[in-house]
């Protein structure tokens, strides 16, 4: 079954996606869907999200969910790889909880508070936990248009300014050479903030849909940057300085 047909068919706790997001995720998460990921999700409410992804992740290690909210503790699973942590994702505490259930994940989904302050943060706390070659993904990004989110297309530091500015460092080799990456961050989070970007080098590639991003973690063995550039054919009667073993000449 699809992700979409699981969905439409669960019967169980009540979950809360949109449509689009379905699709998205199906086409991201399929190569894991028989492997033994471990995955976390902030934002739990009810509790069906939780549920679907174990249908949807047979072998999966651990499906852990966060959430805020006292009452998502008294929510009851019959699939033991479900737990749930109650705290806001990024305190110590909360964090230190889920690490120590979860070390290190395949798939992290931000469903949470959906402001950007808890989507950029929750990104700086969880994704140097992310395993190579997992995904980190980010759901209600329209919450970045919005002031009551500390959302705005004008304001610098905005979830989406930050994951904009977060496909830059995909691009990082091509940046002037004087450039200090941690001052790509000051419109975000103003002069001598002391965010080490560091971990960023590990994005392999950041998708925007709508309302939701992806963002790739480097698998292990991947070496960064492009690699050598590859021509092949024998035939270049526009451009012969393209033929193969030509191009340093
Ligand atoms: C949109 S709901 C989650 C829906 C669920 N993921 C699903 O797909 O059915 C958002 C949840 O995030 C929780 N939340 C809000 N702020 C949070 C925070 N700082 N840390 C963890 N959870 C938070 C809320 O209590 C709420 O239950």
């Keep these: 079954m699809t992700l979409r047909e699981l969905y439409l068919s669960h019967g169980g706790k009540v979950a809360d996606k949109w449509a689009l997001y379905l699709d998205v995720y199906e086409r991201v998460l399929a190569p894991y869907r028989n492997k033994p990921v471990s995955m976390v999700e902030v934002g739990v409410q009810n509790g069906g999200s939780l ?25 009851r699973f019959s699939d033991p790889r479900i737990s749930v942590v109650v705290g806001p994702a ?18 992290f989904i931000d469903d949470g508070s959906h402001t950007s302050r808890d989507i950029v943060f929750s990104f700086l706390n969880y994704f140097p936990r992310l395993s190579s070659g997992g995904l980190y993904v980010v759901e209600d990004l329209h919450c970045a248009y919005m002031p009551a989110f500390g959302g705005g297309i ?38 001598g903030h002391g965010v080490d970007p560091a971990s960023f080098a590990d994005v392999l590639g950041v998708s925007f849909y709508d309302s939701m991003c992806i963002i790739e973690k ?32």
Aim: with cysteine; charged share 25%; net charge negative.
């Design 51 to 75: 549920e679907i992804w174990a249908r949807y992740f047979p072998e999966a290690a651990a499906i852990l969910g966060c959430d805020i909210d006292p009452k998502c503790g008294e929510l």
């Design 154 to 191: 004008h304001r610098p530091d905005t979830s989406m300014a930050f994951l904009k500015a977060l496909a830059d460092f995909v691009n990082r080799p091509w940046w002037e050479r004087a450039r200090d990456p941690a001052a790509h961050l000051d419109p975000i989070f103003g002069q």
């Design 218 to 249: 480097r698998p292990p063995a991947a070496t960064p940057g492009l690699g050598p550039r590859i021509t092949v054919g024998t035939e270049a009667i526009v451009e012969p300085r393209v033929l193969p073993g030509l191009q340093a000449q």
């Design 90 to 107: 990024n305190t110590e505490e909360t964090f230190r909880e889920i690490t120590s259930r979860v070390p290190s994940f395949d798939i």
